[in-house]
Antibody, heavy 120, light 106 residues
């Protein structure tokens, strides 16, 4: 069974960079059939798509976050990562990594999520 | 940006009820719509894709319909495990989620 696990700091200072990694197990991220994505959810609020990456390294970003986001792959470690720069309190959220099983932003496997708080 | 609006925000129902949740898009998205279920402290679970296709392993009491700008998720014979929050998601242009509908026990 495919598993995804987010990891990274739970506390980030304002104006700094949020960095998270998603480790995929029981399946390879170097697979032409899937995208790998990041989605976030502020406490008590709805979901926001951040972006996706293909095994080729091609990326797709939410236009509202594009200037601050980078998603990358490390196929040797079977991981993909998220960087979000110049964070503010509005970036406080549970961050999920997920697999898009149809290349259509349909996320069929999710990590458990990790809460990142932006605070000094 | 395509905006997704769900109604109602909260729905009170009893076990055995048939419930319907509506999702409206700010512009036509054809049938590029998915529905997710989320329980407290858990990741969302994909229920329906391409407006009406049931994801593998999802009970048949869940169904989706609609196209263009108006969509419906219907749950026939609500079960105790179905009390949760439901989100619609458009993927016609990148991806946007609705604000969620909480189905609670009446």
């Amino acid at each position: 069974q495919l598993q995804l696990q987010e990891s990274g700091p739970g506390l980030v200072k304002p104006s700094e960079t949020l960095s998270l990694t998603c480790t995929v197990s029981s399946g390879s991220i170097y697979n032409k059939n899937y995208y790998w994505g990041w989605i976030r959810q502020p406490p008590g609020k709805g979901l926001e798509w951040i972006g996706s990456i293909y095994y080729t390294g091609t990326t797709y970003y939410n236009p509202s976050l594009k200037s601050r986001v980078t998603i990358s792959l490390d196929t040797s470690k079977n991981q993909f990562s998220l960087e979000l720069r110049s964070v503010t309190a509005a970036d406080t959220a549970v961050y999920y990594c997920a697999r898009d099983g149809r290349l259509l932003y349909n996320y069929d496997y999710w990590g458990q999520g990790t809460l990142v708080t932006v605070s000094s | 940006d395509i905006q997704m609006t769900q109604s109602p925000s909260t729905l009170s129902a009893s076990v055995g009820d048939r419930v319907a949740i509506t999702c409206r898009a700010s512009q036509s998205i054809s049938t590029w719509l998915a529905w997710y279920q989320q329980k407290p402290g858990k990741a969302p679970k994909l229920l329906i894709y391409k407006a009406s296709n049931l994801e593998s392993g999802v009970p048949s009491r869940f169904s989706g319909s609609g196209s263009g700008t108006e969509f419906t998720l219907t749950i026939n014979s609500l079960q105790p495990d179905d009390f949760a929050t439901y989100f619609c998601q458009q993927y016609n242009t990148y991806s946007t989620f609705g604000q969620g509908t909480k189905v609670e026990i009446k």
